[in-house]
């Protein structure tokens, strides 16, 4: 585990570069961690995944996989993969601050 500053907060952070504390969690930690990977600007459709993720893992304790994701969310598997091209469901986890998805590699 590290600490980082990011966004002009200490954030913990696993080995994989996922939050250790969701709670540490915020929009302003979310842009940089998706400028990290890539992904800048966050627009509209982004923000829906990243908000959908969290309140999943709010629900269940754990973020749905890539299929439940397409299936739920209202974004298709193919715009996921347009958004999140790295892999939706774990770089969409780790943009909304919350353990990889099981199943993710």
Same mark, same amino acid.
């Given at each position: 585990?590290? +600490? $980082?500053?990011?966004?002009?907060?200490? !954030? /913990?952070?696993?080995?994989?570069?996922?939050?250790?504390?969701? &709670?540490?969690?915020?929009?302003?930690?979310? +842009? $940089?961690?998706?400028?990290?990977?890539? !992904? /800048?600007?966050?627009?509209?459709?982004?923000?829906?995944?990243? &908000?959908?993720?969290?309140?999943?893992?709010?629900?269940?304790?754990?973020?749905?996989?890539?299929?439940?994701?397409?299936?739920?969310?209202?974004?298709?598997?193919?715009?996921?993969?347009?958004?999140?091209?790295?892999?939706?469901?774990?770089?969409?986890?780790?943009?909304?601050?919350?353990?990889?998805?099981?199943?993710?590699?």
């Amino acid at each position: 585990m590290s +600490v $980082e500053t990011i966004a002009g907060v200490p !954030i /913990d952070l696993n080995e994989e570069g996922f939050l250790t504390d969701p &709670r540490q969690w915020s929009e302003e930690v979310a +842009v $940089e961690l998706a400028k990290r990977e890539g !992904i /800048d600007p966050l627009t509209p459709r982004h923000w829906e995944v990243v &908000r959908f993720m969290r309140s999943e893992y709010e629900k269940k304790g754990a973020g749905p996989s890539v299929r439940v994701l397409g299936k739920t969310s209202g974004v298709s598997i193919k715009e996921l993969y347009e958004l999140f091209p790295k892999g939706p469901a774990k770089l969409a986890a780790k943009i909304a601050g919350i353990p990889k998805p099981r199943g993710c590699i």
